[in-house]
């Protein structure tokens, strides 16, 4: 338990007494999670750079030309490179 000290130890388990309702289990499991949950968050960032790329990309798709005229095309903007692959740790 290094760089906890002994005030901040107690002071935890004073503040866990009063958790009614949630076993030892229960904090164990969520304890074992935060890698997890901070890894997603660290993630965030990138996720959401994506979304705001891909809604200005299909924002951006229209018509060239008017109406139903021979020749007419979609244009498309490239739409962003896929996110990386991901795996919890």
């Known amino acids: 338990m290094n760089g906890i000290s002994a005030g ?5 388990i004073t503040n866990a007494s009063k958790l009614t309702g949630v076993s030892a289990g229960d904090l ?3 304890i074992a999670d935060l890698p ?13 750079t994506q979304s705001n790329s891909l809604l200005s990309a299909v924002g ?3 018509l060239e030309g008017a109406g139903a005229v021979p ?4 244009k ?3 739409l962003p490179a ?4 991901f ?3």
């Open 28 to 30: 164990a499991s969520l």
């Open 76 to 78: 498309i903007p490239s």
């Open 36 to 48: 997890r949950v901070e890894a997603l968050c660290a993630r965030t960032a990138t996720l959401s």
């Open 60 to 62: 951006g798709i229209s």
């Open 71 to 74: 020749g007419l095309s979609l």
């Open 87 to 89: 795996a919890c740790p």
């Open 82 to 85: 896929a996110l990386s692959s």
């Open 8 to 12: 901040e130890l107690s002071g935890a």
